[in-house]
């Protein structure tokens, strides 16, 4: 009986060079991995002059499978050149890969411009990747060391573990020096070309529209909430929608077909070069950031839409501009993003579209930026804009929060002019706005006096504060102040009839040790802190409760009790189109109480 199928995959000039086997009965995976690992020299020099010798032999393999045409077949290894299989240097022997391996049968190679997949024949697929372009060693096609830097043999298989996310990596007690990092030296190594130089055009718009007197050079970014005008510290209410959007992007980031478009994303050399799948995730965050956080679970939502996944441009608002593209970290590229948004804002104008301020995105998935642009009294758009910020957590992250996600949720908690008839659009209540409920006891035909039009706005808060979003929209039906209101109320995060008003840490158990060996096992592989919350949260009846978002242990917590668990849906994240959904497609939450302290007894009684 046969074993497990191995592929040993190089990827060189952009194409893969996959040899693959099936192992003997009792041959385990680990053998074949150290038996990989022998073959890559540790020394400096000696790892340079088979790295050469490699890529001289895959070139020369490139070639035969050009002039085979790109339908060549797989073929078998062993029908290959003596002469080409063997590759020597300096007493150095590179063994290609139709390697005699007692353990293995016999070995086919296969050349292809995509990477090689789970096939159905092959199940039992273990893959193994060495990235001759970008010096890396991939496990499962997920990075695990630097290629030019290998553990030794006594270390490899322990430092092969998985990131604070339940995926294949590095583990944590990995030495800095053997991890692998997306570092640009690694891209460098094989796209010199990675950054686009910008046109001179850009640059004279960059320098025009610059609200600073200072040259483009030397101006100094804003902070975001001096480029906001919004006070320092965020309101309760602004760090429950902060929390929340870390809770969403880290589930959203947790299946390993997105985990995976991710970490590819750090070898594209340019915007023009992001796959589609990829574009559609960057869309996804953005329709999470800045579409209202209401979710409910009696029906799911239709996705939003803010563009096009091939568009240059998003629009998930009517004054926000988003502009998806790579490398923001490097000064030319970001303020050639920042031109770009701004030229398409003048578009607008020209367009008829009049509004005073407006904010764009420059938006990497890692990084972004917030631009602020405004027009002046003669007309001409002025801009200024924060620096790159960190948008999405590092893999191996302990904290689930990153400057550029509370940046972009204090952007997105501004107040939003059509925010009444999206979540209408969500409740399938847009039919209130255009044809109001009359009032009670109003005959037909017969104007009354509407009390709520002349209520104090104190009083029109009160009632406010009762209402599930549902309510609020017909509330808003009723009249201009009323819309006011709940427009306000609609702007807070909520799931189901629940508010949320203020982030909320649970208390911790007192084993940590066993805890976080609980915690990693299935279904909640990784750190849970990086996406599950707990929230205070208000119910319609202004009761107030806590609420806990996300899959978690609950009995570890032993002075909590859950009282209903639930899942909201998250399709508006998704795009089936280039396979970008969610596993499982909803968030589960938990509305929970803390128990009641005992009491000891009075030993006077």
């Not at 590179?94 to 024949?121: G, K, M, W």
């Not at 480029?227 to 602004?238: D, G, K, V």
């Not at 957590?393 to 949720?409: D, E, F, N, Q, R």
């Not at 009160?462 to 702007?491: G, N």
């Amino acid at each position: 009986m046969a074993g497990s199928w191995v592929y040993k995959i190089y990827k060189h000039a952009g194409h893969y060079f996959a040899y693959y086997r099936q192992c003997d009965e009792g041959t385990e995976v680990n053998n074949v991995r150290l038996d990989l690992l022998q073959s890559i020299p540790t020394d400096p020099v000696a790892f340079s002059e088979w790295l050469q010798a490699r890529r001289a032999h895959l070139d020369s393999r490139l070639e035969q499978w050009n002039l085979g045409g790109e339908a060549v077949a797989p073929v078998q290894v062993e029908q290959v050149p003596e002469s080409e299989v063997l590759l020597e240097t300096e007493g150095h022997d590179l063994q290609d890969d139709a390697s005699d391996d007692s353990n293995s049968s016999v070995e086919f190679e296969d050349i292809t411009l995509e990477a090689p997949t789970r096939d159905s024949d092959m199940p039992s697929l273990c893959m193994h990747e060495l990235d001759l372009d970008t010096l890396v060693f991939s496990i499962e096609r997920f990075p695990v060391f630097g290629l030019d830097h290998m553990p030794s043999e006594d270390n490899f298989l322990d430092w092969i573990g998985k990131n604070h996310y339940g995926a294949l990596g590095y583990s944590d007690d990995t030495p800095i020096e053997y991890r692998y990092t997306s570092s640009p030296k690694w891209i460098e190594s094989c796209q010199p070309q990675r950054l686009v130089e910008p046109d001179s055009s850009l640059r004279e718009t960059y320098a025009r529209c610059s609200s600073t007197s200072e040259s483009p050079s030397s101006a100094s970014h804003l902070l975001v909430h001096e480029l906001l005008s919004l006070s320092p510290r965020p309101s309760l209410t602004e760090r429950a929608r902060e929390h929340l959007l870390e809770v969403l992007v880290g589930h959203a980031i947790r299946p390993e077909h997105i985990s995976l478009h991710l970490h590819q994303l750090t070898t594209v050399p340019d915007r023009n070069h992001i796959p589609n799948a990829t574009h559609a995730i960057a869309s996804g965050f953005i329709r999470l950031i800045f579409e209202p956080m209401v979710f409910h679970t009696a029906s799911p939502p239709a996705p939003p839409t803010c563009g096009r996944v091939d568009s240059d441009f998003l629009w998930p608002r009517d004054d926000v501009c988003v502009r998806v593209c790579t490398h923001l970290c490097d000064v030319e590229n970001l303020r050639t993003a920042v031109a770009q948004i701004i030229l398409e804002i003048e578009s607008s104008f020209s367009r008829g579209v009049n509004i005073a301020r407006y904010y764009g995105v420059a938006f990497s998935i890692f990084h972004c930026a917030v631009i602020r642009i405004a027009k002046t009294d003669n007309g001409e758009l002025r801009f200024r804009h924060t620096p790159a910020l960190q948008f999405l957590p590092s893999w191996y992250a302990t904290s689930p929060s990153t400057p550029g996600i509370s940046a972009l949720a204090r952007l997105s908690y501004l107040p939003d002019a059509s925010i009444v008839e999206k979540v209408a659009r969500i409740y399938k209540l847009s039919f209130l706005l255009r044809h109001p409920i009359p009032l009670i006891g109003t005959p037909p035909g017969r104007q009354t006096r509407n009390l709520l039009a002349e209520a104090p706005s104190e009083i029109l808060q009160e009632i406010a504060d009762y209402l599930p979003p549902a309510h609020l929209i017909k509330f808003a039906s009723i009249c201009p102040r009323t819309r006011i209101t709940a427009a306000k109320m609609l702007r807070a995060p909520s799931i189901d009839d629940y508010r949320l008003i203020a982030p909320f840490q649970l208390p911790l158990p007192g084993d940590m040790s066993t805890f976080n060996a609980y915690v990693q096992s299935y279904p909640w592989k990784g750190y849970i802190s990086l996406f599950t919350g707990c929230f205070k949260a208000l119910s319609s009846h202004n009761n107030a409760t806590l609420m806990h978002v996300g899959q978690i242990p609950l009995r570890h917590w032993s002075t909590t009790t859950t009282v209903a668990t639930h899942g909201i849906n998250l399709s508006s994240f998704e795009d089936r189109r280039y396979g970008i959904r969610l596993e499982p497609p909803h968030l589960l939450y938990h509305v929970i109480k803390l128990r009641e302290p005992e009491v000891p007894p009075d030993r006077n009684q």
